[in-house]
């Protein structure tokens, strides 16, 4: 990869954040530390793990302060190739908490876990087998945690007893360990009503306290119960099932999550937002409104459109791949001015990258690659 | 970067496409190049050239395709970094279809087109003054079109006097070329309704033949008058106006664009998909629904979900960032199964991956990079 600035790199260490190209991913440097501080003092407070999800920002420079400062003592990832990149990187403690189901994916896990402590989550006896198959062939041991759906209805079995089924069919596999549950409802985390957030998250806690039991009932050990996300993981810290949480975005935030923070007043999200795509103005060739040059290829507008910040009144209305419209009614905005927004959404948005650019008082102090960029398998 | 398969790479050549890595994007080479002959053959009736837009694909490869088969006598790009890895290729011809401000992007386009002949758009004296400046001081000259707004009310000045009034400007700038008008209206291109789209397409034509007036009574000639895109090009074409057309995602297509065809009957948009998200089922936990391994991170959403082929009244309903909901009410669909979707918008899709699997008769025949992935400047 050519690192030529403007083509691949957005930055060089040392210049003004006014000079970096757009559109690019600016990180906060002051606020990041913050909210790695602020997430690290409450697992300490609660006696909980912190297994960061990578996901969200793919960097395994961001990974590394997660865990030296943040209080981090493993990671998620969500594909077999995320975890390489890490484990090259020097991370030794991963969940792909998520279902490997590919034989060419499942050589590739359990050869990763010959290099790092590697888990896996299983919703299947089939994938039991051939996960168990694998280690065999590849002369390996691998845990897994069984992935109970606690209301998302997306992956996982049923809490309770089927969840016990499947954990002795894991304790009963060779070349497979039966580590604990995941237990994770995304759909909760974003969750802008706090009543509603806490019956979700109620559910939560009744669907693994149901596997707990039975659980128990089959004689397995469940050691670890990993779950949480940054909307509801004070919930999880606090809860006394789980023992280690899984957020991921916190760190860095997005506009998503900013409307659940200030709606819920800053207690339970309590994080500042630390990333930013700054954009340029292209065009502005009629009054109330101005293009920049971020669009779809450099954010991710899943989760809604960008927050435009700085600029009294005026906002971003629409969305093309290259293009950002501004409606700037008091036309403050005019061309080639900077313009800071905070992404809909920071996971995908990340994913766009393959640089972000820390900056502090104004200066660009570190550029970290986003190692695990388009790794999709 | 690694050339792993399966860490970088998603498939090798010759392997059966069913072993390819997910998710994946298969290109079908039968119907690409279909497409392709669709193309040339209309551009060569109407005597209209083809600047085939390559922020559809971002593949060098295809450029060159599209070049050596399939009619294209040169390129638009949105960005200077785009360009520059097209031109890196061998490309000879392209337009920055878009508006270059940032006094470094200035002096990278001003400096690639002392390789190959370059041109770019312009809504604005300041932004002509720059580019003037800029190709005084690396003492190269840059072709400009004007670009007029056509209905579609993001950038360009107002067709008629405010656009001949910019377009003497360029012509009195040293350096700078005036080479004739950009005229591209995106909303067009996918709007359903066949009446509604001739209506906007009539305004185009309506604005552009305003323009040509304007220009002529200040004795300026128009070389060139670009734009249409796939959902409108043959109107484009035919027009006696245009002449040469910037439509991209024509060689691939996708969800958005095959509901414009499918409405209008295949007409005007003669085209047939050939661009596919090859995924794997990774979950099946429960009856009537499952889980495939493509979601935000593997294709865009911007322009709705992507649409499931192959399997028989089932769906896809929903979308996470690295999770697809299929609703199967038939229960086809088995754990480890392929399925194939197809992407909602081509471009950011493309944008998301590092290469494209090229696909005839089940069997992987080429991977090409997705050469300007992430050239965000």
Redesign the interface.
């Known amino acids: 990869?050519s690192l030529e600035?403007?083509?691949?790199v957005?930055a060089k260490i040392g210049m003004s954040v006014g000079?970096v190209?757009?559109?690019?991913l600016i990180i906060d440097l002051d606020a990041f530390e913050r909210n790695l501080s602020k997430m690290r003092n409450v697992v300490e407070k609660q006696g909980v793990g912190l297994r960061a999800h990578a996901?969200a920002h793919k960097s395994a420079d961001i990974a590394h302060r997660q865990m030296e400062v943040g209080g981090a003592h493993g990671f998620c990832c969500?594909?077999?190739?995320e975890a390489?990149?890490l484990v090259d990187s020097g991370i030794t403690d991963i969940l792909v908490s998520?279902?490997?189901?590919?034989p060419?994916?499942i050589a590739?896990l359990i050869d990763l876990g010959k290099r790092a402590l590697i888990r896996v989550c299983v919703?299947?006896a089939?994938?039991v087998h051939d996960l168990s198959q694998a280690a065999i062939t590849g002369e390996a041991e691998i845990g897994c945690l069984v992935e109970i759906?606690v209301g998302a209805?997306?992956?996982?079995?049923?809490p309770g007893k089927d969840a016990a089924v499947l954990a002795q069919q894991i304790a009963d596999a060779p070349g497979l360990r039966f580590d604990g549950l995941q237990a994770y409802n995304?759909s909760a985390q974003h969750c802008i009503e706090a009543t509603e957030r806490q019956a979700l998250f109620d559910t939560v806690v009744q669907k693994v306290e149901q596997t707990l039991v039975a659980l128990n009932e089959a004689g397995l050990a469940c050691p670890i119960v990993s779950g949480a996300g940054t909307g509801t993981f004070q919930k999880e810290a606090a809860s006394g099932v789980f023992t280690e949480l899984q957020a991921g975005t916190y760190c860095l935030m997005d506009a998503s999550y900013m409307t659940v923070r200030n709606l819920e007043g800053g207690q339970e999200v309590p994080f500042e937002n630390a990333m930013f795509l700054q954009c340029?103005?292209?065009?502005?060739?009629?009054p109330g409104?101005v293009?920049c040059d971020g669009g779809?290829?450099?954010h991710?507008?899943?989760s809604g459109l960008p927050i435009l910040v700085d600029v009294d009144g005026a906002a971003y209305v629409g969305?093309?791949?290259?293009?950002g419209?501004i409606n700037d009614p008091k036309n403050q905005l005019k061309?080639?001015d900077k313009i800071r927004l905070i992404p809909g959404?920071c996971?995908?948005t990340c994913?766009?990258?393959?640089y972000l650019v820390g900056v502090r008082n104004g200066i660009v102090e570190t550029v970290w690659p986003v190692t695990a960029?388009?790794?999709?398998?």
């Open positions: 990869m600035l403007g083509l691949s957005p000079d190209e757009t559109p690019a996901k969500q594909k077999v190739s390489t990149v998520n279902q490997i189901v590919h060419a994916k590739r919703d299947d089939q994938n759906d209805g997306r992956c996982g079995v049923n995304g340029t103005v292209m065009s502005a060739a009629r409104k293009v779809h290829k450099s991710a507008v899943d969305c093309n791949d290259e293009h419209i061309l080639k959404h996971d995908p994913n766009l990258h393959d960029r388009g790794k999709l398998w």
